[in-house]
């Protein structure tokens, strides 16, 4: 027998969709650590870089790129940013000249995973 409810609701608490979440056991800490992730990723071109990453960007001009509009002063700011929070890390091949890559970390993955589901919204809804 076919469902009748909407795509996303749960059949498990009528009434209630899988999308509504109980925030109030949510402890002040757990908070705190939220806001700060939430400011990382928040800050203007840093998620924009750090998905660059991810499409496969190594070196700063494949960067320049990919993050259209950013400049090359900003662009080293996020880089050494991602880098402090472990997000990227920043390799120096020892050529001459010498060489420097960056690469998203697990934790960076991580994070992108997490935020996929905003890329896609993004490319849904055209912002």
């Not at 705190?32 to 960007?57: D, H, Y």
């Not at 993050?67 to 990227?88: A, D, M, P, W």
Request: charged share 25%; with cysteine.
């Amino acid at each position: 027998m076919a469902s009748s409810q909407p795509p996303g609701e749960s059949s498990a608490a009528p009434g209630q969709s899988r999308t509504d979440v109980d925030y109030e056991h949510i402890d002040d800490a757990v908070c705190r650590s939220f806001q700060r992730s939430v400011e990382i990723v928040g800050r203007k071109w840093t998620a924009s870089v750090l998905l660059a990453a991810m499409r496969g960007a190594r070196r700063f001009v494949d960067y320049r790129t990919r993050v259209t509009g950013i400049s090359n002063q900003l662009l080293s700011q996020r880089l050494r940013e991602l880098e402090s929070h472990q997000l990227i890390e920043r390799v120096v091949v020892p050529t001459t000249p010498v060489q420097i890559t960056y690469r998203p970390t697990e934790r960076g993955a991580s994070l992108m995973r997490v935020l996929h589901p905003l890329v896609e919204w993004s490319a849904e809804n055209g912002e």
